[in-house]
């Protein structure tokens, strides 16, 4: 995570101006960082209907957190998503949620140990992530949350 420190003593027009500069840098440093990922062993685990592809041998002991919503698709065939994702509270025990859950999460394992070619940031800031196998995991937004972060496992 890129972490910018500023004392900066500007009249107000420039202070919001130069608070803009300083957001775009940090963006433009970590879309850089993540893009220039290439062909690096696909390391994740799930959080409920999130992807969290673990970068500690890549970049400096991250995560990178893919959150909803996301789609997974192969040779133009769909294979998974987040809304596919069961949702606790639609069921009556736990036993019930957690064998639906288990099997949504068996159709992502193929995913494991293969390559990742490369991540590419789209300019609507949606992140597509291109696998050996010709899989693509990729993001679109439907609100103003965003869709991606880096995470740093010593820090946060």
Known sequence: ???????????????????VSCNFIQ?????EKIENLKNIESDFFLAANSFCFDLK???ENEILWINPVWRLIKNQNFINSSFEC?????YENDEEY???FENWCKKLDYLKGQKILEF???ETNDI??????SSL???FRFDEDETWYLQDKEND
């Open 128 to 133: 597509k992530v291109r696998f050996e196998d």
């Open 137 to 139: 995991l990729e993001t």
């Open 120 to 122: 590419q940031i789209t």
């Open 86 to 90: 069961p949702i606790y509270q639609d």
């Open 27 to 31: 963006t433009t440093v970590v879309k």
């Open 57 to 59: 041998k890549d970049i």
């Open 1 to 19: 995570m890129v972490e910018i420190e500023l004392s900066v003593k500007f009249s107000p027009p420039f202070a919001n101006t130069f608070s």
């Open 98 to 100: 957690n064998s639906d």
